[in-house]
């Protein structure tokens, strides 16, 4: 799912480590803009080369 939008080695590492830090900021009742942060984090700590602009892209994509 995750290489269908972001080919790479680690694709299904990295879109598991984004989806999880995303939904454990919701469980612990962030709002949803601080999540979509923290796992912005996430996926530019695993791809620094990816501009933001499509990093959020990928993310939104992901979350769904």
């Known amino acids: 799912m995750a ?8 694709a299904d590492q990295c879109y598991r480590a984004v ?13 949803d803009r601080i999540a979509f942060k923290s796992a912005l984090a996430v996926f530019r700590h695993h791809h620094p080369e990816v501009q933001p602009s499509k990093a959020s892209f990928v993310i939104a994509e992901w979350l769904g």
């Open 3 to 10: 290489d269908n939008l972001f080919p790479c080695d680690d």
């Open 19 to 31: 989806t999880t830090a995303y939904h454990e900021m919701l469980a612990r009742r962030e709002d």
